[in-house]
């Protein structure tokens, strides 16, 4: 079974500056995807950015990168010029690839713990 | 965009009853939704795999009689709470998929 670990319940970043978040994972897949969900106080999951295993260019979604190193199973998130807005709770999140049939559990999700992402003024 | 809401954003019932939460993809045609439950400051529990057409699947440790899930449409999956506890209280969340997956903005269910 698939696993994703956040080791970092709390960080904490001052504004304008630079945060890494961390995420390991388990599979024994070699066809899959990668998330990084944001969910602020209004609880809305919204999607940051998302890395396909396939691609070795890691994703750039404006201040948000990620440092995906697929031989370590290691999907880390950096937030550049952090805004107050940013704060948050931040999700890891495992997608199964391919393209299924549709059924049963397909494209289902498997979260990491979180990290709840302070942004100090 | 990918549109998904959730009705109600919140809602409190006596120990006992059913509470029914619907969730709708408003702008895509979803074959697959997803129910999730999360405590406070804790992840996404995912609960069940709505098709529509067919049975939900439902992970393990999640009790099917009391978790009832019905996908009626493209568009709609309904979560039925039967017989409702205090221990349901938590924040139910639905995901409906088109490439990815887009999430409903929640509904807190508490339990008297």
Redesign the interface.
Known sequence: AQTVTQSQPEMSVQEAETVTLSCTYDTSESDY?L?W?KQPP??????VI?QEAYKQQNATENRFSVNFQKAAKSFSLKISDSQLGDAA?Y?CAYRKGGFGA?????????????T?LTVHP | GAVVSQHPSWVICKSGTSVKIECRSLDFQATTMFWYRQFPKQSLMLMATSNEGSKATYEQGVEKDKFLINHASLTLSTLTVTSAHPEDSSFYICSARKYTQYFGPGTRLTVL
């Open positions: 995807y998330f969900y209004s609880r809305q999951m919204i999607l998302r709770m999700f549709g059924g049963t559990s397909y494209g289902k999700l498997t979260f990491g713990q979180g709840i």
